[in-house]
């Protein structure tokens, strides 16, 4: 299972971004993927988890109404389009894999993608 993330960037505050996470997964569909973020000195956190077949999502509350996560099956890949972004998202973003669960933690994730800098100049 590889997951490479891309769509990181620098960009002003109150902009956006979209991330994109693409896997190498047979069973795509069946993996619920989630985002997480670690800035510079601080623990690694999650963003925002969609299930597999997107039946549900979640985010965590710094992010809720700005940010929104997706996903395409047939492209086996899921999104995180950022909206309103202010200078504490400043992050390394990673997307992770799980199959057959659903996590908001990320030790409840076992694959990981190798992250991509987001970095919003206020």
């Known amino acids: ?32 993927v989630g985002w997480f973020r670690q800035a510079p000195g601080k623990e690694r956190e999650f963003v925002a988890a969609i299930r597999r077949w997107g039946r549900s999502t979640d985010y965590a509350d710094s992010v809720k109404g700005r940010f929104t996560i997706s996903r395409d099956n047939t492209e086996k890949t899921v999104y995180l389009l950022m909206d309103s972004l202010k200078a504490e998202d400043t992050a390394v973003y990673y997307c992770a894999a799980v199959l057959d ?21 206020s």
């Open 1 to 32: 299972v590889q997951l490479q993330a891309c769509g990181g960037g620098l960009v002003q505050a109150g902009g956006s971004l979209r991330l994109s996470c693409a896997a190498s997964i047979r069973t795509f569909s069946d993996y619920t």
């Open 101 to 121: 669960r659903y996590g908001l933690s990320a030790v409840e994730y076992d694959y990981w993608g190798q992250g991509t800098q987001v970095t919003v100049s």
